[in-house]
């Protein structure tokens, strides 16, 4: 990939510095605000928060929605995550290593999906759950999200299985293994990864999508994205002490997600074609 | 093993089913609202192509539109400008780019409704770090007006998703074959033409998935600059996605709602298909 030559001129680069503080600095002031009464973030700018509170965080674990709120959320994502992958890795392992008719473009129109403005379809998702009494379910939000998530995960699932050698399943194959068991004990391990990475981008998505989690939910499965709302809503009294606490707890998902995936999301980025 | 094999469909049904029940059924529903309309919301009748005549008469639906293409144009060049600059900072200069890519992938997980929020109280001028900053050398950012409005939004959306180019872009990078680059280097090309004639094809894949992301991204955004302005002052900053959910959710007016989303789909559908024609003429 790189060579040698490249590599003894690396030491740190200024505009990637830069760079790299401009994307954390939002965020380190959302914890510097998190810590402060909001009567002083309201009014003043601090880089250190003075005084230093815990009230922000002590209100929010008091409070049942918004505890709720927190359950709700990381429920209708794993839901969304079991469901998206499930129906993804059969369908990329088709199309990396089969031909049927209209596989070419049925990868447009899987693809498509995830191009969709989610307020096209939000009312009819409404109509389509209550006739099924499913309003205000995880499954609900979920399978709504799975539409968005699943396009992207066939395409990153597809883009590794196809950088698995076929030679690997026609071996075990010879050996003596069922298609569906050479899936599981040759094809799944070499896939973690591929398998990490679509289950970021699905987390990527539902986490932190608003219009069909709103819209979906009224009261047992409203996720903290709307309980936060009540708070932040610039048209009425924004708490900015408790939205900052708030947010700070809405990214440590994605923080753990980013530590554990640390080594393999450039690769992941790249839908599994690198090298 | 890839030969042609109709028996993989089965392995591709659920996703079928999936995208059939919860996908297409909704989207014709949809299409049938556009073309009906209702007096009380109980009796629906045929109307045609009644609202898609008014839909594009009406002067409120093509300035959305409109300034959604602006907002998206405006941003999407800067992100892939800065984010390519970057992502070759990471790849050529950058020592441990993998914890920085960690790193720089945080506004990427950031919930919308908590970027939209932290934009908006950062450039507060009293109590708002970057307003705060401005305001010492007495530029007062006020979000009643339509220049800061606008530029709150953009800078927010830069924040917000350029990292997603440059990680984009870096994973390409790191495709390119080290071999090109001896090459060049053996040739003594200048870094400009590298770049233009090395770097930029190789990366052509990327940056077309880059871009298919980014601009289904950018024309649906909604939740970010609600949170910021609230589509004021006026409609200055009311973009696509808040027009159709204003149209349907406040008016309740599924027909006019029906007729914009129908056309946002074919928006989608044109640029998803000239952008797919492009890989596939590069890729066979």
């Known amino acids: ?275 | 093993m890839n030969r042609i094999n109709n028996g993989a469909w089965w392995l591709v049904a659920p996703a079928v089913v999936l995208f059939a029940v919860v996908g297409i059924a909704p989207l014709m529903a949809t299409l049938n609202y556009s073309f009906q309309d209702s007096f009380a919301g109980d009796n629906y009748f045929w109307v045609g192509t009644y609202w898609y005549e008014e839909l594009f008469k009406s002067s409120a639906f093509w300035g959305a539109f409109g300034r959604t293409l602006l907002f998206a144009a405006i941003t999407i060049s800067l992100q892939f400008i800065i984010g390519i600059f970057v992502a070759r900072k990471l790849y050529f200069r950058q020592v441990k780019a993998q914890m920085v890519v960690a790193l720089i992938a945080l506004p990427l997980l950031t919930p919308w409704i908590v970027v939209g929020f932290i934009w908006r109280h950062l450039v507060n001028p009293e109590a708002g770090l970057i307003g705060a900053s401005l305001s010492l050398f007495n530029i007062s950012p006020d979000l009643n007006s339509v220049w800061w409005v606008w530029a709150t939004i953009i800078a927010m959306d830069l924040w917000h998703w350029t990292s997603l180019v440059v990680i984009l872009c870096y994973a390409g990078y790191l495709s390119i074959p080290g071999p090109y680059f001896q090459a060049a280097r053996i040739d003594g090309a200048s870094k400009w033409a590298t770049f233009r004639y090395i770097e930029l094809p190789k990366l052509k894949n990327v940056l077309v998935i880059a871009l298919l992301l980014r601009l289904a991204d950018s024309l649906m955004i909604y939740t970010e600059p609600l949170m910021i302005s609230r589509g004021g002052p006026h409609v200055s900053s009311t973009f696509m996605s808040q027009k159709l959910i204003q149209t349907a959710m406040l008016e309740f007016n599924l027909g006019a709602a029906g007729a914009i989303s129908m056309f946002y789909l074919v928006v989608m559908i044109l640029i998803a298909w000239i952008l797919f024609r492009y890989i596939r003429s590069q890729n066979v």
Request: hydrophobic content about 55%; some cysteine.
């Open chain 1, 1 to 275: 990939m790189s060579d040698d030559v490249i590599d003894s001129q690396r030491g740190f680069s200024k505009t990637v510095a830069v760079y790299t503080l401009i994307s954390l600095f939002p965020i380190l002031w959302l914890v510097v605000l998190s810590f402060q009464p909001h009567g002083v973030s309201a009014s003043t700018a601090n880089l250190i928060p003075s005084p230093f509170t815990l009230g922000n965080y002590a209100y929010i674990f008091s409070q049942e929605n918004y505890v709720w709120g927190y359950i709700n959320a990381i429920g209708y994502v794993i839901i969304n995550i079991i469901i998206t992958l499930s129906v993804s890795i059969p369908g990329a392992y088709a199309f990396s290593r089969f031909k049927f008719i209209g596989s070419e473009n049925a990868l447009f129109f899987a693809l498509l999906f995830r191009l969709m403005p989610p307020a096209i379809i939000l009312i009819p998702l409404v109509q389509l759950f209550s006739s099924f009494g499913l309003i205000d379910t995880y499954f609900a939000v979920a399978i709504s999200h799975s539409l968005f998530t699943v396009p992207i995960s066939i395409w990153i699932l597809e883009g590794f299985i196809s950088s698995i050698p076929k030679e690997m399943e026609e071996t075990a194959l010879v050996d003596g293994y069922s298609l569906f068991g050479c899936f599981v004990k040759i094809i799944l391990p070499q896939v973690k990864t591929g398998i990490g990475v679509a289950a970021f981008f699905s987390f990527m998505f539902s986490w932190v999508e608003l219009i069909i989690a709103n819209g979906l939910t009224t009261v047992n499965a409203k996720p903290i994205g709307v309980v936060m709302r009540l708070v932040a809503e610039p048209l009425g009294f924004v708490q900015i002490g408790i939205s900052s606490a708030a947010s700070i707890l809405m990214l440590i998902p994605g923080l753990i997600l980013v530590w554990f995936l640390r080594n393999h999301l450039a690769k992941g980025f790249s839908m599994g074609r690198v090298g």
